[in-house]
């Protein structure tokens, strides 16, 4: 679980300029069409999606603002690129694994599976249907890492 960093902030933007070198500046020397953050908050992917102020059917700005209402609610975000921008949500198994709360605190309850199933549903409509993204899936097998992909 991520805890907001300002020092991993502005080495993540850092990272994602590297990344979409000449979608950012023309005179970039460097780019890479695959690469992917590690775990953020909302509050460092906010920071991190405003890099990318447009690719395609991307707005950064518009991303981190309409992914504002999730904060508190995952385990955290990864930004990158495959080809075109990809946004990766990690989803809590227990209450406690929410994003900025701290290791060591207090156990909590395990989500229940309806209310895990109702916040992939409003992730999917948000990004997809607000948001624009192409797709919205499963990153993997635990149902629990979603992947939207712009492009």
């Not at 950012?24 to 990318?52: G, H, K, R, Y």
């Not at 946004?87 to 209310?115: I, N, R």
Request: charged share 25%; aromatic share 10%; proline share 4%.
């Amino acid at each position: 679980m991520p805890i907001t960093s300002s020092r991993r902030i502005h080495a993540a933007q850092q990272f994602v300029r590297f990344g979409y070198g000449e979608h950012i500046d023309d005179n970039s020397p460097f780019s890479s069409a695959e690469f992917l953050t590690q775990e953020l908050t909302t509050t460092e992917v906010q920071a991190v999606l405003s890099v990318v102020h447009r690719f395609n059917a991307f707005y950064g700005g518009r991303v981190g603002g309409g992914i504002e209402r999730f904060r508190g609610r995952v385990k955290g975000w990864k930004f990158g690129r495959n080809g075109g921008p990809l946004l990766v949500v990690t989803l809590p198994y227990w209450t406690h694994q929410v994003e900025e709360l701290p290791q060591g605190g207090k156990v909590g309850a395990p989500v229940q599976d309806s209310d895990h199933q109702a916040l992939v549903q409003e992730l999917r409509a948000v990004l997809t249907e607000e948001l624009d993204a192409h797709r919205f899936e499963a990153r993997d097998d635990s149902d629990h890492v979603f992947a939207a992909s712009w492009g």
